[in-house]
């Protein structure tokens, strides 16, 4: 049966029926768009494995595996790259639950105006079709090479993206999020269950380290590419990001309470983590099972599957390609709800206004339809699942300049937000172009920072140099271009931070319109450092701290767990 025991099959055949049927089921309380797109009645365990579904994927072990593979142990920072954001988690979930958004996009328009929501509908469109499409590439592949390659990984790529898009289109973003409950468990098993037997197989870390003699390949950071440098340049240009990744306000916002999305997001965020451990060392286990064999990176995780898993019991197979297609799955329905969500809300009501409930929800179906199409399609124009990661790595941060300059400086303007997000992408692009290249090529001789290396044959500009530059690009012409132009009105500006100062009250219920305060709820005073001036910097609340350092000590004990691991 496609390379399949009967047994197998039937396991994935009884996962695929049972997780469509159960998004169906949650489409019976849709009533109106904000069931659709932002239901916000989940508690704590249902929005950490929202989160954990939403954030980890197929894809990502693939990518890690196949980095761990060909550089070693450090190739775990292809996903931990947000490790030191972690933190930030537990203070930005709040924030986000308090805007009361549906999407995103509503946040630019409560701070800037209707333009710079829709930019950012625009962009965050993209960045999640960007994503999908690695998520679909990543899975195809792994899950071809499980099937021993009888099955096309483009079939398998139009297969899942059919059955996510049956109960997405259904019950929306509540459909997601009842899913991703069992298919966050399944990823759980999927990311675990290959180590114990490749390990056995290779000998424990004892056959490890003498089938590797190479020690660089047990550092947590690679001389050759994956450096302190370019983590620390990496996770600063991820915290910029992950606030304008659309599907953030359903992982913060979703939860009937901020410590629901405090709690969940974090805890969710943290498991990913976890299972991030697993899929690194799997790959460098792989250096030495698969030593001698011309091996593709991005088949290791695959590969490692059909050669363990049927010796132990028919089924067990089926049972990872059912976890595989659950952690996809999980978060493609998530992102293809927020990109909907977008064109919905903040693209085409402002502009067919007037329509009904009903209309506006089909016109999401409708439109998350093309979204997850076009997502398909570069699934099968990305060159590779590293290459994609990194591309979606560059999206985000485009628009997260404008958010987060905007939150703390409250002179920046409309036209600063429109200029902060078009200066990064010039300083994209031109770090992109030859020439440039060229020119920091000759400059770097002079001094001696390596500003640009080799890919193939190719001459590029090193990553978090590029990172550097358009970060830095963005925030220059968002201020030069505030500076010189008309401010936001005290009006909007008072409404804004207002809605930051306004804890969501137990039992709140959501507004008619997005960003905005019922009657009735008090707002409390901030303290904040920098009064009375253009800054706006909350003093972090009790909560904030204790939870904040509670986290960044859980990560610092996980990347001492791995290096004695290594060692």
């Known amino acids: 049966?496609?390379?399949?025991?009967?047994?197998?099959?039937?396991?994935?055949?009884?996962?695929?029926?049972?997780?469509?049927?159960?998004?169906?089921?949650?489409?019976?309380?849709?009533?109106?768009?904000?069931?659709?797109?932002?239901?916000?009645?989940?508690?704590?365990?249902?929005?950490?494995?929202?989160?954990?579904?939403?954030?980890?994927?197929?894809?990502?072990?693939?990518?890690?595996?196949?980095?761990?593979?060909?550089?070693?142990?450090?190739?775990?920072w292809y996903q931990w790259l947000w490790l030191f954001c972690t933190p930030f988690y537990w203070l930005i979930a709040p924030i986000m639950r308090r805007f009361r958004a549906i999407t995103t996009a509503d946040v630019f328009e409560a701070r800037y105006d209707r333009s710079v929501a829709m930019l950012y509908s625009v962009v965050g469109i993209f960045g999640l079709m960007v994503n999908i499409g690695l998520m679909l590439k990543g899975s195809g592949a792994v899950i071809s090479s499980c099937f021993g390659n009888t099955v096309s990984a483009n079939l398998i790529i139009i297969a899942m993206t059919v059955l996510f898009i049956i109960y997405g289109l259904a019950g929306g973003l509540a459909a997601a999020i009842y899913t991703d409950f069992i298919q966050g468990i399944l990823t759980v098993v999927f990311s675990f269950l290959l180590l114990p037997f490749i390990m056995?197989?290779?000998?424990?870390?004892?056959?490890?380290?003498?089938?590797?003699?190479?020690?660089?390949?047990?550092?947590?950071?690679?001389d050759r590419e994956i450096t302190v440098f370019f983590v620390t340049v990496i996770s600063i240009n991820g915290l910029f990001g992950i606030v304008?990744?659309?599907?953030?306000?359903?992982?913060?916002?979703?939860?009937?309470?901020?410590?629901?999305?405090?709690?969940?997001?974090?805890?969710g965020t943290l498991l990913k983590r976890v299972c991030t451990v697993a899929w690194s060392l799997t790959g460098l286990a792989a250096v030495v099972y698969f030593a001698g064999r011309e091996v593709n990176p991005d088949n290791v995780y695959g590969l490692v599957a059909r050669d363990f898993l049927p010796l132990i019991s028919p089924g067990f197979l089926g049972i990872f390609i059912a976890a595989l297609l659950a952690s996809v799955m999980s978060s493609c329905d998530s992102f293809m709800i927020a990109s909907s969500a977008l064109f919905t809300e903040n693209l085409y009501k402002p502009i067919i206004i007037g329509r009904s409930e009903k209309h506006y929800i089909w016109v999401g179906r409708v439109s998350a339809l093309v979204i997850v199409l076009g997502g398909m399609l570069l699934a099968f124009l990305l060159p590779n699942v590293v290459a994609g990661l990194e591309l979606f790595w560059k999206v985000g941060p485009m628009m997260g300049i404008a958010f987060w300059v905007g939150f703390f400086w409250k002179r920046m303007t409309v036209k600063g937000a429109w200029a902060s997000t078009f200066g990064a992408l010039l300083m994209w692009w031109l770090t992109s172009q030859s020439f440039f290249v060229s020119f920091l090529t000759q400059w770097n001789k002079l001094n001696g920072l390596q500003l640009t290396v080799m890919q193939g044959e190719r001459l590029v500009i090193n990553l978090p140099w590029q990172m550097i530059l358009y970060l830095a690009g963005g925030i220059f012409f968002g201020i030069i271009v505030s500076l010189l132009s008309k401010p936001v009105s005290s009006d909007k500006l008072i409404h804004f931070y207002r809605l930051v100062r306004t804890p969501v009250a137990s039992g709140e219920t959501a507004p008619e319109k997005p960003c905005t305060i019922k009657e009735g709820v008090a707002s409390t005073r901030r303290k904040v450092f920098f009064p009375n001036s253009s800054l706006f910097v909350p003093i972090p609340s009790k909560i904030s701290l204790l939870g904040f350092a509670g986290v960044l000590s859980l990560v610092m004990i996980l990347i001492l767990t791995v290096v004695f691991i290594a060692r």
């Open 200 to 222: 056995n197989a290779v000998g424990g870390f004892i056959g490890l380290h003498k089938g590797i003699q190479n020690t660089q390949m047990f550092s947590l950071f690679a």
């Open 1 to 76: 049966m496609f390379g399949l025991h009967p047994a197998d099959f039937i396991v994935v055949v009884l996962y695929l029926s049972g997780i469509t049927f159960l998004g169906v089921w949650a489409s019976r309380k849709i009533q109106n768009m904000g069931e659709f797109f932002m239901p916000r009645r989940f508690g704590k365990w249902m929005m950490a494995m929202h989160g954990f579904g939403t954030g980890a994927h197929s894809a990502q072990a693939v990518s890690v595996a196949s980095k761990s593979f060909t550089n070693g142990l450090s190739g775990i």
């Open 244 to 267: 304008a990744q659309p599907h953030t306000m359903g992982n913060c916002a979703a939860g009937k309470t901020e410590l629901d999305g405090r709690f969940g997001w974090t805890l």
